[in-house]
């Protein structure tokens, strides 16, 4: 028995694996090749929850009737009966409810026949972590039922389908991860690069990208991370490889991990390195990766508004918080708010009561590691 499916519907499942944008139509694509009229692809949760992958237009609702939709859909007879009839056997209407009984459940009068849909061929199919694929291919009643060629193309479409399902779900939580780390990375207070085998920067967050324009005593060049220091360069190197030999699994060495950068006038930089071992990576394998950790003590600042907020803190008093939480002192903090030294302890005796610490270094401390440090970023 031959089935024939369109030559190019395979490989569009796979390109809508990689880019999730690309079910759009799919649906519409499997209905035609199947002569019907409509389809459905969705993920049953083993929570219970369901994703609709894609559908046919004539089965999209309107919002106000959402909610009755995702009803009917978790309580869908047919993907009730097929996970129990089998995973990955394809199946038609009438082997898992007779025309009769159809007729008169309510799943068919309040939910096919509104999309008037009567026959099916598809299958429940298996994703792992509990939940369930499903392939859904639709006729009205007033068309033939599905038959023996329909389920031979059916069962030559599942394994394509349910790999693609399967690689799209597995790189969507790849891409969140990713999206969600380097979102991380950039709300930290702490510059971070990402340094190959050859030091050339494969990523920075912004308070990295911060330090490097502002700094005289590190840079770029070729694309590659160097301190101006020689010394302190050829000590960079060393760590560097240890950092990557480590990553690659090999010999760590006995580079030291850290580094002290020094500026003239200024507190210096500390800069530390960690070997990266990425767990997963769409394109090619990058090698042996190195993270470099740069902290800046005069870059952050503690943001007023979030000092308000965690400890109720008047403006004035926020305003001190924040000096201390930067490390001065009662007199550097009188001098650069242009107040009285009294008016200054009597603000960091409220400070301290409102934090709840007994003396001025605990509640500096607190202060510079709470999430005021965090650097503010506005909504999109």
Do not use: C
Not at 31 to 40: G, I, L, P, Y
Not at 141 to 157: G, I, M, N, Y
């Amino acid at each position: 028995m031959d089935a024939i499916l369109p030559d190019d519907l395979i490989g569009h499942l796979y390109d809508a694996a990689v880019d999730a944008r690309l079910w759009r139509g799919t649906a519409g694509h499997i209905a035609r090749a199947f002569d019907s009229t409509s389809a459905v692809v969705k993920v049953h949760g083993a929570a219970g929850e369901v994703e609709l992958l894609e559908t046919t237009d004539n089965m999209v609702v309107p919002a106000q009737k959402r909610a009755w939709t995702e009803d009917w859909h978790r309580r869908d007879l047919w993907v009730q009966r097929s996970v129990a009839h089998g995973m990955d056997r394809i199946v038609t209407a009438e082997m898992l409810v007779s025309p009769e009984e159809q007729r008169r459940s309510g799943f068919y009068r309040e939910w096919l026949a509104a999309f008037d849909i009567f026959h099916l061929v598809g299958a429940a199919f298996t994703l792992g972590d509990g939940a369930v694929g499903v392939l859904g291919i639709h006729r009205p009643e007033s068309a033939p039922a599905h038959d023996a060629r329909d389920r031979h193309a059916a069962a030559l479409l599942l394994p394509h389908l349910a790999r693609a399902v399967r690689l799209g779900r597995h790189l969507g939580k790849a891409s969140l991860a990713q999206a969600a780390a380097l979102d991380a990375l950039d709300r930290l207070d702490t510059g971070v690069l990402v340094l190959d085998r050859r030091g050339r920067i494969v990523h920075a967050n912004a308070p990295a990208e911060e330090s490097l324009r502002g700094s005289v005593d590190l840079g770029v060049l070729h694309g590659r991370f160097y301190l101006r220091d020689p010394l302190l360069q050829d000590r960079f190197a060393l760590a560097l490889r240890a950092a990557l030999a480590a990553a690659g699994s090999g010999p760590a060495g006995t580079a030291p991990p850290a580094l002290a950068i020094a500026r003239a006038g200024r507190l210096p930089l500390t800069l530390t390195l960690a070997p990266l071992r990425p767990r997963w990576s769409p394109g090619p394998d990058p090698g042996p990766l190195a993270l470099v950790f740069l902290k800046d003590p005069e870059r952050p600042s503690l943001h007023h508004d979030r000092l308000r907020e965690l400890f109720g803190l008047t403006p004035t008093e926020a305003a001190i918080a924040a000096e201390l939480g930067a490390g001065r002192s009662a007199e550097e903090i009188a001098s650069r708010q242009g107040i009285g030294l009294g008016t200054v302890r009597w603000h960091l005796k409220n400070i301290l009561a409102k934090t709840g610490t007994r003396r001025q270094a605990e509640a500096a401390a607190l202060l510079a590691r709470s999430v005021a440090a965090l650097p503010a970023h506005d909504a999109p």
